[in-house]
C-alpha cells in the first residue's frame, strides 16, 4: 500500500510543548537558503583557465647530477664507484680464464693485483693486458706460482705485502679439471687423483692459511674468495674433481666462521661449465684458448638460462664478493651457473 506524502509542516499547528524558535516563523513555508556569492576567481578560472605557473630556472649546464646538491665531474663520479680503490690483491691463476677476467676486472675497480700462476708467462701476458686497458685504477704484477708448493703461496702473499704494502684479498682461483672430459671415477689412475686434490684442495688449503696468517699480522681483517664449482653442490659427473671442489665449499664454510671475529670474510664462487677458458682444453698454448662454438652452444643448453658461463661472469661475482658490497657475506657458496643448481 502506497503511504500518503508526508504532509508540509505548514500544515499542522505548533505543537504545544514546545517553544517556537527564535530564528524561525512558527509555522509556514521554510524559508528560502541565501545562496553565498561565487568568488570571484571562480568565474575568472572558469572563463579563461587556471592562472600561467611561475616559469621555472633554467638548468645549469652539463655536467649536472639532478640528484646531488654539489655538481661533480664525470671523472669524480667514477671515483666514487670505484670498489677495490687502492686494495692489495693477490690471483692465483692468474694467467687464464677466470683468473684473468678478474684480473683486469678487479685493476679496473683499482686494485692492485698480483697475478700469480704456475704458467708464469700467462701470468706477465695478463699484467700487460692490465696496462692496456683503457681507464684501469689499477696495476698488475706477475708472480709465477704453484699453489701446491707452500713457499710459493708464501711469496705471492709476500709480493703483495712488499710491493702494495699489505695484502687485502686473497682469490685462491688456480684449479685442474677432470683429465679426460667425461672420465669415470675408476678409470682415475693414482697420481691423476692426486694431482687432482694437490692443486684443488691444497693449493685453496695453502691460499687460505697464507692469508688468514698475513690479515692476523697486520690487523684490520681481509678477505678471501676461492673458487668451488658446481660440481661440488651437486652429482655432475667428473666426480674425483666435483669431491675437490666439494672440500673446496666445505673449506670456505668452516674458515669463514672460524676467521668471522677477525673480521676476515670467506665465500666462494661456483661456476658451472665455462667453454671458453682453457679448462677443457689439455695442453692448451695460451692463456683462456677454449672450445669450439658450436660446443659452447651445446655447453649454454645445459643450463636454465641457455647462455654459457663466461670467466667474465665469475669475475664480476668475485668482485661483489672481494667489495665492502658484501661486507656482511661469510661463508656463501654463490653459484654462477645459469640457475643449473636451482632445477
Ligand atoms: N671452466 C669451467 O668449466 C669451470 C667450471 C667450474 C669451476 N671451474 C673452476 O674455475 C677455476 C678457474 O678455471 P678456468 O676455467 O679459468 O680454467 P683455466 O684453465 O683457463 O685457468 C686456470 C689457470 O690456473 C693455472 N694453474 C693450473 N695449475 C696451477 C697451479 N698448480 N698453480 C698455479 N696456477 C695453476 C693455469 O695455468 C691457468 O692459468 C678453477 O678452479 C676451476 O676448477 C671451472
Not at 638548468?59 to 686494495?87: F, I, M, N, S
Not at 690487523?219 to 671442489?245: E, F, H, P, Q, R
Not at 643450463?303 to 656463501?332: K, M, Q, Y
Amino acid at each position: 500500500m502506497r503511504r500518503a506524502p508526508t504532509s508540509h509542516r505548514a500544515d499542522h499547528p505548533p505543537r504545544p510543548d514546545r517553544p517556537p524558535r527564535p530564528d524561525r516563523p512558527p509555522y509556514g513555508p521554510r524559508p528560502t537558503r541565501q545562496r553565498r556569492a561565487p568568488h570571484p576567481h571562480y568565474r575568472t578560472t572558469r572563463a579563461t583557465g587556471p592562472p600561467a605557473l611561475p616559469a621555472l630556472p633554467a638548468l645549469p649546464a652539463p655536467p649536472y647530477q639532478p640528484h646531488r646538491r654539489t655538481t661533480r665531474t664525470a671523472d669524480q663520479c667514477w671515483e666514487k664507484t670505484v670498489l677495490l680503490d687502492g686494495r692489495s690483491v693477490v690471483i692465483t691463476g692468474a694467467g687464464s680464464g677466470v683468473g684473468r677476467a678478474s684480473a683486469l676486472l678487479f685493476a679496473a675497480e683499482g686494485a692492485q693485483v698480483v697475478c700469480a700462476d704456475v704458467r708464469e708467462d700467462w701470468a706477465a701476458e695478463t699484467v700487460r693486458l692490465i696496462a692496456e686497458q683503457p681507464g684501469a685504477k689499477g696495476a698488475g704484477v706477475a708472480q709465477r706460482c704453484d699453489v701446491t708448493v707452500p713457499a710459493d703461496v708464501d711469496a705471492a702473499v709476500a709480493t703483495a705485502v712488499g710491493r702494495f704494502g699489505r695484502l687485502d684479498v686473497m682469490f685462491n682461483n688456480a684449479g685442474i679439471a677432470t683429465p679426460v672430459f667425461g672420465m669415470r671415477t675408476e678409470d682415475h689412475t693414482l697420481d691423476q687423483i692426486e694431482a687432482l686434490m694437490a692443486v684443488n684442495i691444497r693449493g685453496v688449503l695453502l691460499g687460505c692459511q697464507a692469508a688468514v696468517r698475513q690479515f692476523r699480522a697486520q690487523g684490520g681483517g681481509g678477505v678471501i674468495v676461492n673458487t668451488g664449482s658446481v660440481a661440488g653442490l651437486v652429482g655432475w659427473g667428473g666426480t674425483v674433481y666435483g669431491a675437490t671442489k666439494g672440500a673446496v665449499n666445505q673449506l670456505t664454510r668452516g674458515v669463514a666462521v672460524e676467521c668471522a671475529a677477525d673480521d676476515i670474510r670467506v665465500n666462494a664462487i661456483c661456476p658451472a661449465a665455462m667453454p671458453a677458458t682453457n679448462f677443457m682444453v689439455p695442453g692448451a698454448e695460451a692463456g683462456s684458448q677454449g672450445i669450439g662454438e658450436e660446443e659452447a652452444r651445446a655447453v649454454g643448453a645445459s643450463h636454465p638460462l641457455g647462455r654459457p658461463i663466461t670467466a667474465e661472469d665469475c669475475a664480476a661475482a668475485a668482485l661483489f664478493l672481494a667489495s665492502d658490497a658484501a661486507r656482511n657475506i661469510t661463508g656463501v657458496l654463490l653459484p654462477v651457473d645459469g640457475g643449473f643448481v636451482a632445477q
